[in-house]
């Protein structure tokens, strides 16, 4: 369709398939299969692999099709593959395009599932991977090295917010020849310029704002058309890690939203932290879009906002964190982020409990840290529910 459409445009017309009844919302092709017209033309279908027609839905379905041409269009890039999870995205990016005795790079500051696949499964392949701090530039110049095949990257980390210079990854990358590979869940599909700063593979987890309501997993896999069909495709549609038609079909409307909640969000995320900042119960209050925040000339760069989430670090630790949390009213103790509904987690002992206490210390989780992912409610209320649990804190 139109290149030209701007990004709220491109969110509610890209990608639609009509059929022939001429259904104004996106129809759910709810269907593993497809027919054909006799044995010559399923012969023909099968050898003309990655052609617009469908074979199987493990291998692409039409709501699927309309969800993975919305998205891309959305990020600038040429091609997607939609997955069952963000997991599945990342595992897929990673695993269809390396082998043993292949190097990668990777920050290490990570979502814990993204650090176990580089630390534990690549690694028992035979693939070497080296960690960095990725806000550090001379330790990704002194890791890779010629013939690095991937470098990987949160370019917000999760839950310390901290930001990575990508167009300063992307050339020390590219300069080897590696291919940068992006996680790029906390910066969010609307403030996202990564393909333009530099990523060859650009990762979402959908699961968090594009449905942005809490209801299904998803995930995506964006990258060149090259990348996508003939590297993630035979991975993907080969292990079985497809998207179901029913949840693209949530997708894709949550999609057609997402831009004005995004916006909403991020909006309230900064009056949030800005009003938080300097509060004598809290030690540090981290958003990338605040002026302390020690990547703040970076965020400015790269992303349009801030995002969804702030991060607060409670003074007192774990018992004060605990009673923080357990003094909301409004805000929710859970461990999505993205949600039209506000959450909290304390991420010492939930999403990075696996990690050892030393790890979490290098990687900046103490036991005061929370991770706060706001949502749709009226900033005056959220304002008002979390003075008063600190009040408790
Ligand atoms: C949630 C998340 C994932 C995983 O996504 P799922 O849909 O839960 O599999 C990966 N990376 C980041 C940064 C995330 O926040």
């Known amino acids: 369709m139109s290149k030209d459409w701007k990004a709220r445009t491109k969110l509610v017309h890209e990608g639609i398939r009509r059929s022939d009844y001429g259904e104004v919302s996106e129809a759910i092709f709810l269907t593993q299969g497809f027919v054909y017209e006799s044995a010559e033309a399923a012969e023909a279908r099968f050898i003309g692999a990655g052609s617009d027609e469908f ?27 939609a997955t069952a999870s963000g997991m599945a995205a990342v595992n897929a990016a990673l695993m269809s395009m390396l082998k043993a005795g292949d190097h990668v790079v990777s920050s290490r500051a990570l979502f814990g599932s993204c650090l176990y696949i580089l630390e534990e499964v690549l690694t028992r392949f035979g693939v070497e991977v ?7 530039l001379d330790q990704w110049r002194a890791a890779v090295r010629d013939g690095t095949k991937a ?10 917010l901290e930001v990575i210079d990508l167009a300063a990854v992307a050339d020390i990358a590219h300069g080897v020849g590696a291919t940068v590979i992006v996680d790029n869940v906390f910066a969010t599909p609307v403030f996202s310029r990564a393909v333009e700063l530099g990523a060859d593979v650009v990762i979402y987890s959908a699961t968090k704002h594009i449905d942005g309501q809490g209801r299904a997993l998803g995930g995506v896999v964006l990258g060149t058309r090259d990348f996508i069909r003939k590297t993630a495709e035979p991975y993907l549609k080969h292990t079985g890690a497809a998207m179901s038609p029913f949840t693209a079909w949530l997708m894709l409307k949550g999609l057609e939203t997402m831009d004005l909640r995004v916006r909403a969000q991020a909006e309230t995320a900064l009056r949030v932290a800005g009003e938080l900042e300097g509060h004598n119960k809290l030690s540090r209050v981290l958003y990338p879009h605040l002026r302390s925040h020690p990547q703040y000339a970076v965020a400015r760069r790269q992303m349009g906002a801030g995002g969804t989430v702030v991060s607060l670090d409670i003074a007192g630790g774990q018992p004060a964190a605990f009673r923080f949390l357990n003094a909301l009213e409004l805000v929710t103790i859970s461990n999505n982020l993205g949600d039209a509904k506000s959450i909290i987690t304390h991420p010492a002992t939930t999403t990075h409990q696996r990690l050892g206490d030393e790890q979490r210390a290098a990687l900046g989780i103490g036991p005061g840290l929370v991770r706060l992912s706001l949502g749709l409610e009226d900033a005056d209320d959220l304002v008002a529910d979390l003075a008063r649990a600190l009040e408790a804190a």
């Open 55 to 81: 074979i199987y839905a493990r291998y692409g379905n039409p709501t699927v099709r309309m969800f993975e041409e919305r998205i891309a269009a959305l990020e600038g890039a040429e091609d997607a593959f």
């Open 151 to 160: 470098v990987f990257l949160e370019t917000v980390a999760n839950p310390t």
């Open 130 to 136: 080296s960690f960095v701090d990725g806000t550090d």
